[in-house]
């Protein structure tokens, strides 16, 4: 069966780093876009960014545009989401999805001093 799980996350100081990672299986990794999402409290669920099957097409959400970088090892089955210049509305539960169809159970992401 398809499962995500997304690991990564913690607390962080804003203007901080973290690399969220996203390891696939159940299924060819390689042959499917993946995207990232989050939901902060209180807040619906937003698309933060996608990527291609190759990783040559990429795009993001224009709060996260030059913070973030979305990427994919296909040979490691697994997304990634490094996450730059950090701030304290990033704060959120991060999500990994195939197609919007396979979610995983999220990764907290807390930026605060």
């Known amino acids: 069966q398809v499962q995500l799980v997304e690991s990564g996350g913690g607390l962080v100081q804003p203007g901080g780093s973290l690399r969220l990672s996203c390891a696939a299986s159940?299924?060819?990794?390689?042959?499917?876009?993946m995207s990232w999402y989050r939901q902060a409290p209180g807040k619906e669920r937003e698309w933060v960014a996608n990527?291609?099957?190759?990783?040559?097409?990429?795009n993001y959400v224009d709060s996260v545009k030059e913070r973030f970088t979305i990427s994919r090892d296909n040979a490691k089955n697994t997304l990634y989401l490094q996450m730059n210049s950090l701030k304290p509305e990033d704060t959120a539960v991060y999500y990994c999805?195939?197609?919007?169809?396979?979610w995983g159970k999220g990764t907290l992401v807390t930026v605060s001093s």
């Open positions: 999805t195939r197609g919007g169809e396979y």
């Open positions: 159940g299924f060819t990794f390689s042959m499917y876009g």
């Open positions: 990527i291609s099957i190759a990783g040559g097409r990429r």
